[in-house]
Structures are given as structure tokens and as C-alpha cells.
């Protein structure tokens, strides 16, 4: 196993340097959060935003970013946070979490959990009854998962899903963006992806793997789902939400865009307020 993970590490090196270079993950919270984990000894390290003198319990968003389950992109929701805190009133806590190969599944939705347990646990600080969860990529794949399969219905107020992977039994090859006019993330990347994060094939069949496979009955019926067109994962993320004719999320579909950027946001943003 050991051999497997550095081979691993070795193919997930050059990814995470181009992943750096692209996103800028510098962020400027309001506070820097340790949190204990379910393990004695380690910590969740939090951005937290629109913290500071709060004399009643918080609304309260809890993020996490895209990453590909691998990527350390920690910081890269800096906009979208400070955003959320400035246009909201809400506190907004962008949560970090553990990443693959060194950490594979239920690792990440593990530190997610024990964020939002964290949360729930300081009354005194955030209002349980306006909490909400959000994420981008893997980030929504883990919102999604909190929100259906981990806590009850009814525990989150609002869920907000960009551009999330749902359906990971599905080939890569399968997944084709429904706009082609743009390069969409190579094959090659979202196996890798896979690979690391997923150490057995049967992984995927998971319900803490692949939203689409949660019964809909579990999902919340206030969710944001958000697509883009040049996206190989926007199809899958379309099928999610007409999976339902009872519960259906408000979906946002943005044409010419392949992953976010600032442009993405900036229209996000008004769907948001629109939306709350």
C-alpha cells in the first residue's frame, strides 16, 4: 500500500503545482480557526468571515472548496466567502479539509462533518436554525453529501452545489460537456482524481461517494445547484436535479463557462440574492 501511495503522490505532484498556479488560493478572513477533529491530536483549519463582534448567535454558511479531492485549493472561495458575509449578515466559514492520495474516502466528508458538528456545538456563537452549507466542485459533492446522508433533513436551511460531481460509477470518457466549444478537463485528470481518492473500485458505489446515487426523499428541497455548460460534469449535475418530481432544486445553468472564475461568481451572485 505504501508503494501504491507514493506512486500516487508522484502523479498527484505535478497536478497540485498546475492547480496552484492557476487558483489563487491567498485569502484574508476575518479569523484563522483551529478546529479538534474526531482524531486526538488533529486540526481543521477554518477561514472564518463576519466573526468579529457578534453579541447574538450567527446565521451561519458553512463552505467547502473545490479541490478534486486532492487539490490543496484552501482559500481559493476567498471572493465568494467575503461575499456571502458582506451581502448576507451571514458568518461564512470556509472549511478545509483532508485531500487524497494521502487521505482517501470518507476522509473529507469525515472533516466536513466534523466541522458542522463544531458549528452546532457553539450555540452561544451560530444559529442552528439558519444554517446553511455550500461548495464548489468536490466542495459541492460534499455539500451535498453532509446535507442528504450525514444529518438529518431539516438540518440545513440552504444548500448551495457548484458545479458539483454527482455520478462517480459513471466513465469519465461518458461524461461530455454539453457545450464543446471550449477544453473541458481532460479525461486523463478527472481518472486521476478518482485513483487517488477512491482506493477500491467499489468506492464509487457509495452513497458517500455519489449524490446520484441518494435516494431523493434525502435530499434537502432548498437547494442551489449551479452548472456550467463547458463543464464535463454539468450533464451529471443536470440528471440530479430531474431525478425528482417532487423535490426540485433551483438550477442555474451558465452558458460559455467551464469551472469558476470571476465571471461565474459575479452571475452567481445575483442569482443568489435573487434566489434568498
Same mark, same amino acid.
Given at each position: 500500500m505504501s508503494s501504491l501511495n507514493d506512486d500516487l503522490l508522484k502523479i498527484a505532484s505535478p497536478i497540485r503545482a498546475h492547480a496552484l498556479a492557476t487558483f489563487n488560493v491567498t485569502a484574508h478572513p476575518d479569523e484563522v480557526l483551529q478546529i479538534p477533529s474526531r482524531d486526538e491530536g488533529r486540526f481543521i483549519r477554518i477561514h472564518a468571515y463576519n466573526t468579529l463582534n457578534r453579541d447574538t448567535p450567527a446565521p451561519v454558511l458553512v463552505n467547502f472548496h473545490g479541490s478534486g479531492f486532492m487539490n490543496p485549493l484552501?482559500?481559493?472561495d476567498d471572493e465568494f466567502c467575503k461575499f456571502i458575509a458582506d451581502k448576507t449578515g451571514y458568518v461564512a466559514l470556509d472549511c478545509a479539509y483532508r485531500l487524497a492520495p494521502e487521505d482517501k474516502l470518507p476522509a473529507a466528508i469525515h472533516d466536513a462533518e466534523d466541522s458542522v458538528r463544531w458549528v452546532l456545538s457553539h450555540p452561544q456563537k451560530f444559529d442552528a436554525f439558519q444554517l446553511s452549507i455550500s461548495g464548489f466542485s468536490a466542495g459541492g459533492t460534499i455539500a451535498l453529501i453532509?446535507?442528504?446522508?450525514?444529518?438529518?433533513?431539516?438540518?440545513?436551511?440552504? /444548500?448551495? %452545489?457548484?458545479?458539483?460531481?454527482?455520478?462517480?460509477?459513471?466513465? *469519465?470518457?461518458?461524461?461530455?460537456?454539453?457545450?464543446?466549444?471550449?477544453d473541458s478537463a481532460p479525461v486523463e485528470l478527472l481518472d486521476t482524481f478518482k485513483?487517488?481518492?477512491?482506493?477500491?473500485?467499489?468506492?464509487?458505489?457509495? /452513497?458517500? %461517494?455519489?449524490?446520484?446515487?441518494?435516494?431523493?426523499?434525502?435530499? *434537502?428541497d432548498r437547494i442551489f445547484l449551479v452548472t456550467a455548460a463547458c463543464d464535463r460534469l454539468c450533464s451529471e449535475g443536470r440528471r440530479s436535479e430531474l431525478r425528482s418530481e417532487v423535490r426540485r432544486p433551483s438550477t442555474s445553468r451558465y452558458t460559455g463557462m467551464m469551472i469558476v472564475n470571476t465571471r461565474l461568481i459575479k452571475r452567481m451572485r445575483k442569482d443568489l440574492c435573487r434566489k434568498e
Open positions: 484552501h482559500g481559493s453532509v446535507s442528504s446522508v450525514v444529518f438529518p433533513q431539516g438540518t440545513f436551511r440552504n /444548500v448551495v %452545489a457548484a458545479y458539483p460531481p454527482t455520478d462517480m460509477v459513471q466513465n *469519465s470518457a461518458e461524461k461530455i460537456a454539453r457545450d464543446a466549444s471550449k485513483q487517488c481518492y477512491y482506493p477500491n473500485p467499489d468506492d464509487v458505489k457509495s /452513497v458517500l %461517494a455519489s449524490p446520484a446515487l441518494i435516494p431523493v426523499e434525502k435530499f *434537502s
